[in-house]
């Protein structure tokens, strides 16, 4: 039937899929394509209405909307195809595509290449687990950013945030400028889940105390949502009886963490990390499958969306390159997070080219040391002021530091 | 005031077959419920099991009527387009006083007419299902898995379609006698009617008190499940019960659903309050331990949801022994076919239960048939279940088929439009919800509530402030924005 092949096509047009995309046209990839599920490209971005983007990339404050504008602009004047309003069902191991949309109907794209730039989801209530009852009034902070900036709908007056992630900390500054109050925000570990700028920027100046170490224990309400109770736990994050405290609302936020939003990868035979919840991939952001490559949110998720282009755009410039060879270098060499490291990217690199890794510690700390080891021998250490788990970290390893193949381990105390 | 033929009290499963048999004749029939859907109580939370019926004590309506309507529940599903597997089920055992246990519940079984039950070894097993933990098992073939919401919307929809009519969010107040009739007080006006038919489920024993039928005792079962990705119920195809305990009930267990997910659950505890849905932190913890030790999935990962559900039993007030379902006419109570404690297998034996209710009453009164009832009525089409052909059909002709709306479960927009314009004009998130699983994936509606809301007050006409999440009450906004 009716397949449409192209060189390239990308899944996504949000900050990662855009900057693939543009990068891709400028390194002389003329037959590209973007599959983007809503009717304007621009992913999240265009619901972040406070501003603090680009301040890596263009030196100055941006709104979301404006950020993926600078983007979306270039892609227009590139004459980058974007199918909007079409979905992704599938991608095969063969690299074709189905998807569907109302204008195309039943589309099956082919490309040599396939970029995987899906973003993340929200974690939601039922996968942390709540009790209680289930009102109306309890939803993510995403969903709740959504009505209210982009749909005009007000949610609530009175509410509670669990969990310190970003954007249930600018949903605390969002609800507090519209007229509701925001009692607290609730985190369960020692330490806020969000950046420090948003600490201040959006519970400090507005007076809204952050809880650490506390959590919902009970959801209360038949219709909408009356109440919630709210505990201290202790190490092993298990609530301290007798330290309930009950907080009437009729809104409860949820911002209990990003989950990379690999449904599509799977129906490839991608192999995922658990640690990261999105792809395997080498230096070249090539995922398992060879052809098919993977980047930003879906990837891994990131503090900063400066950050997702420039993924998105180093993986470009390795597609590029697939797409004249025919192949990539390949990476035998295995990079391995260690102690006090949760993750690190990518995870085998080819140890002749200067690579970037991205990495987060587990736990914060002042100061930090992080290490790579190979073969027992330190090869590089990097002192940092400070590192906090909200905080991605990028470590520049040079080729000539690395010697043959055994694995590289990064450490962080 | 228009006098109704018959009232029926709830509209969970058991009112809405009650109201769907009923229609065969030719009767004027109402039913009120007090929620703004039908299917909320413990009809729609629960395992979704089609029971055999070899667990329930011989001679017993539950033992009757599960084996006559789990007999016929294919043609059932078919006439009423709803996703049913006759799965079979195995209930597995590791020793030899499980044997003893299993070859009881064989003979029960067989009392009561449950087809096909037979003692199976390893071998056996693994050519059913390799994945079954123990060394033998009881094999029921007749055991099945169906959607317990799209069941209860199919005969209530189909109920309509001949001609009963439905108040929803009608929540009865009170009742009494009024000359040869019965008045019913319901929360937005009264209602009269020849024939009133308790059929509240939880509630049925008040509302058998409302209709001077005072004296019974219900007590809430309740039970908590966790909800699990599809992923988690990959290669799944046959639920797998553990052995039972000495007291004859089941410890808790994982169950496929009809949509691919994984139910792990229920616990079991009694509850005062039958409206009480609360899960509680105790009762996760237990359900992540005792469901680890049944099902190698049952991790973090994997969780979508959890939920309550309550089950009415009927209880002895003096020893609070559990009763048999209560259905009867009575000649000091004209007017009333009283429904009680119907609980657990009422799913399974709601057609059944309806029947015999529709006799009783047929003793009482002659019922004239309804030469224009029909039995058929069609669902919701479901573009994920589609061979491709069909879907590339499907979106050339109305391209509302080629807009995903829910990308977790793939739910279309022509879906999403036809869930709202439903027969019985549910309005709700929820109602959307269950008739087409939309938001019941993994993302829990993070991509698609917020369009289906919008969808709803434009198919509606529906300003924010009366949009409802499902129940009574639950509004999702206090108003706009900006004007």
């Not at chain 1, 025919?326 to 993750?343: F, H, N, T």
């Amino acid at each position: 039937m009716n397949l449409m092949e192209k060189d390239c096509i990308i899944i996504g047009g949000g900050p990662a899929g855009l900057a693939a995309a543009i990068r891709l046209r400028e390194a002389g990839v003329r037959d590209i394509v973007v599959i983007e599920r809503e009717r304007q490209a621009g992913g999240i971005l265009r619901q972040c209405i406070h501003d603090g983007f680009g301040l890596t990339r263009f030196q100055e404050s941006l709104s979301g909307p404006e950020y993926a504008w600078r983007f979306l602009e270039k892609a227009v004047d590139l004459n980058i195809p974007l199918l909007t309003e079409t979905t992704a069902l599938k991608v095969c191991p063969d690299k074709t595509v189905i998807a569907v949309s109302r204008r195309h109907g039943w589309l099956r794209l082919r490309a040599r290449a396939v970029v995987l730039a899906m973003g993340c989801r929200e974690r939601t209530r039922g996968a942390i687990g709540l009790p209680g009852t289930r009102p109306a009034g309890v939803l993510t902070a995403g969903v709740a950013q959504s009505y209210i900036n982009i749909h005009n709908l007000m949610i609530g007056r009175d509410a509670v945030i669990l969990g310190s992630g970003d954007i249930g900390l600018i949903m605390a500054r969002r609800l507090t400028l519209e007229g509701a109050r925001v009692h607290a925000v609730l985190e369960i570990q020692p330490h806020a889940g969000g950046l420090p700028r948003n600490i201040r920027q959006c519970l400090d100046d507005y007076g809204i105390p952050l809880l650490l170490e506390h959590t919902v224990v009970d959801i209360r309400g038949t219709g909408r949502l009356e109440s919630i109770l709210a505990a201290k736990v202790d190490a092993n994050r298990n609530p301290v009886p007798g330290s309930e405290r009950e907080f009437r609302c009729d809104t409860l936020i949820l911002s209990v963490g990003l989950i990379p939003e690999n449904e599509l990868s799977l129906t490839a035979g991608i192999e995922l990390d658990p640690r990261t919840g999105g792809a395997i991939v080498d230096e070249h952001y090539q995922t398992s499958v060879p052809g098919i490559f993977s980047a930003g949110n879906v990837l891994h998720v990131h503090d900063l969306v400066d950050f997702v282009s420039l993924e998105a755009e180093t993986l470009a410039e390795s597609v590029a390159v697939f797409l004249k060879n025919g192949c990539l270098e390949s990476c035998p060499i295995a990079l391995k997070a260690g102690s006090g490291v949760s993750y690190v990217l990518p995870h085998t690199i080819s140890g002749t080219r200067e690579v970037t890794l991205s990495l987060r510690v587990r736990e914060p700390l002042k100061p930090c040391l992080i290490t790579v080891r190979q073969a027992g021998g330190t090869v590089l250490s990097r002192r940092f002021a400070k590192a906090l788990p909200a905080e991605m970290i990028h470590l520049p390893l040079e080729a000539e530091i690395v010697n043959g193949r055994t694995p590289l381990e990064v450490t962080a105390v | 005031m228009e006098c109704f033929d018959v009232l029926i009290i709830g509209g969970g499963v058991i009112g809405n077959a009650v109201a769907r048999e009923l229609m065969r004749y030719k009767l004027r029939l109402g039913l009120l419920e007090k929620e703004p859907d039908v299917g909320t109580g413990a009809s729609g939370r629960n395992t979704g099991m089609l029971h055999a019926g070899f667990s329930y004590a011989p001679g017993s309506l539950r033992a009757k009527l599960c084996v006559e309507a789990n007999a016929e529940f294919d043609r059932v599903a078919r006439e009423l387009d709803v996703p049913f597997r006759r799965t079979g089920k195995l209930v597995v055992g590791f020793t030899e006083e499980d044997r003893a246990r299993l070859l009881h519940y064989k003979a029960i079984g067989e009392q009561n007419g449950v087809p096909g039950l037979e003692m199976i070894d390893r071998k056996r097993m693994d050519a059913i299902e390799p994945a079954a933990g123990g060394n033998f098992a009881m094999y029921s073939p007749s055991s099945g898995i169906l959607n317990p919401f799209l069941y209860t919307i199919a005969l209530a929809e189909n109920a309509h379609a001949n001609g009963a009519e439905y108040f929803l969010e009608h929540e009865v107040l009170d009742s009494r006698h009024e000359g040869r009739v019965r008045r019913v007080v319901t929360t937005r006006g009264d209602f009269l009617a020849r024939w009133v038919i308790n059929c509240a489920g939880l509630h049925s024993g008040r509302v058998s008190a409302m209709l001077g039928l005072p004296g019974h005792t219900i007590g809430g079962f309740k039970g908590e499940y966790f909800v699990l990705d599809k992923r988690a119920g990959e290669g799944v195809n046959i639920p797998i019960y553990p052995p039972p305990r000495p007291d004859g009930g089941f410890p808790t267990h994982a169950t496929p659903t009809i949509d691919g997910n994984m139910l792990v659950g229920p616990n079991s505890l009694w509850t005062d309050d039958l409206t009480d849905y609360t899960v509680t932190r105790a009762s996760l913890a237990e359900l992540i331990e005792d469901g680890g030790k049944m099902f190698s999935r049952m991790k973090p990962e994997y969780f979508i949801r959890n939920f309550a559900g309550i089950r009415p039993k009927r209880m002895d007030p003096a020893t609070r022994r559990p009763l048999d379902f209560l259905i009867e006419t009575r000649d000091d109570a004209p007017g009333i076919v009283n429904l009680v404690g119907i609980e657990s297998p009422g799913l399974t034996s709601a057609l059944a239960v309806a029947r015999m209710a529709v006799r009783l009453l047929a003793t009482r009164e002659p019922l004239e048939k309804n030469p224009l009832f029909t039995p058929l009525r069609k669902g919701i089409l479901r573009f994920a279940d589609q061979d491709e052909t069909t879907r590339r059909r499907l979106i050339e002709e109305n391209p509302d088929y080629g807009e995903i709306i829910c990308r977790c479960e793939c739910v279309t927009r022509a879906e999403i439009l036809a869930a709202i314009r439903n027969p019985l004009e549910v309005a709700t998130v929820n109602g959307v919800k269950n008739r087409t699983r939309a938001m019941m994936g993994r993302c829990q509606g993070g991509y698609c509530q917020t369009r289906i809301t919008e969808m709803i007050m434009e198919e509606c006409g529906k300003a924010p402030t009366e949009v409802l999440l499902g129940k009574p009450g639950s509004t999702l906004f206090t108003g706009r924005v900006r004007p």
